[in-house]
């Protein structure tokens, strides 16, 4: 299942592409399931579970209408209204510790990597994620989520997209986060922080 605070978005979107007439409600009739068009119908719960099959078919009836990059920003949104909505303390709570660190010099570390871990791995009720500091270069970190072959491909695209606005939030810099399935079961993270090497700098994009 996937929490109702990041499934909300993917059916006001919805929504809002029926209102301006962009998508019928006979094709959502045609595409969707009857489990998914009740979840269309009544309002998202934040707080509540929602099946990730019918998130999966939703979120790609959006694709094909808003194109591919629809998912990774709406992912962006999605922790963007979490951190509006004050629903997790830790997200408050990692803004001023980050703010406090920068004010001192200090730069981004596993504390706050560990809180943009829990965070994502609290939005699915499948999956276990753990974050890692490449013992090369701490500024090459990734996030390595075991045991998720429940999670569809859309809602790696979102992580992506939740993973970066996230952590660009905490750290007070730009990050560059990239993923990839690298198994049936397993999916990678990789996070760039600015001047890492291997890649652009972020702060460039």
Do not use: H, M
């Not at 709406?74 to 406090?100: H, M, S, V």
Request: a neutral charge; charged letters at 30%.
């Amino acid at each position: 299942s996937i929490k109702g605070t990041a499934f909300a978005s993917v059916v006001e979107d919805l929504r809002s592409l029926v209102l301006v007439g962009r998508l019928s409600r006979e094709a959502l009739e045609a595409r969707l399931e009857a489990e998914d068009l009740r979840i269309l119908d009544a309002k998202v719960s934040p707080g509540l579970w929602y099946p990730l099959a019918s998130y999966a078919r939703l979120t790609e009836v959006l694709v094909e209408v808003a194109g591919g990059g629809y998912v990774v920003e709406r992912g962006a949104r999605a922790a963007e209204r979490l951190f509006a909505a004050g629903l997790y303390l830790q997200l408050e709570r990692g803004e001023e510790i980050g703010a406090k660190k920068r004010e001192r010099g200090e730069g981004w570390s596993a504390t706050e990597g560990n809180l943009v871990t829990s965070l994502a791995g609290a939005i699915f009720n499948v999956s276990r994620w753990r974050f890692e500091v490449d013992p090369g270069d701490d500024r090459l970190q990734r996030i390595e989520v075991c045991e998720a072959e429940a999670l569809p491909e859309v809602s790696r695209l979102a992580a992506q997209g939740f993973i970066e606005y996230t952590a660009s939030r905490l750290s007070g810099t730009q990050i560059r986060v990239e993923s990839e399935r690298v198994g049936r079961d397993r999916i990678v993270f990789r996070l760039r922080l600015r001047g890492a090497s291997g890649g652009r700098d972020p702060a460039r994009s």
